[in-house]
């Protein structure tokens, strides 16, 4: 079992940046993959990053490529997604998820345990 709780949202400015982070509970966490998802009022929950078990591999979404970066320090239990140059678009609820493997990691439904989500707010 793993928990998740983020933490670092927020309201911003446009072009301005947040960083959130994402603390899991378990020893086990080096052997999770880790993705951001965010979901917009009456939207689906959306990809926006992931980060393989030992941070050698990102992914990013189309929208967030160039401005936004996925990390993890393993010996923090913490994985983090610094976003920079944030659009009102960038609006949501920021979700972390973990995962027991390295695949697929672009599908929310792929994940096996979630955060509360934090809110960041992107005002023009």
């Known amino acids: 079992q793993v928990q998740l709780v983020e933490s670092g949202g927020g309201s911003v400015q446009a072009g301005g940046l947040v960083r959130v982070s994402c603390a899991a509970s378990g020893r086990t966490f080096s052997s999770y993959a880790m993705g951001w998802f965010r979901q917009a009022p009456g939207k689906e929950r959306t990809f926006v990053a992931a980060?393989?078990?030992?941070?050698?591999?990102?992914y990013y979404g189309d929208s967030v490529k160039g401005r936004f970066t996925i990390s993890r320090d393993n010996a923090k239990n913490t994985v983090y997604l610094q976003m920079n140059s944030l659009k009102p678009e960038d609006t949501a609820v920021y979700y972390c998820?973990?995962?027991?493997?390295?695949?697929?990691?672009?599908?929310?439904?792929?994940?096996?345990?979630w955060g509360q989500g934090t809110q960041v707010t992107v005002s023009s």
């Open positions: 980060i393989s078990w030992s941070g050698g591999s990102t």
């Open positions: 998820a973990a995962k027991r493997d390295n695949y697929y990691l672009l599908f929310p439904e792929r994940y096996d345990y």
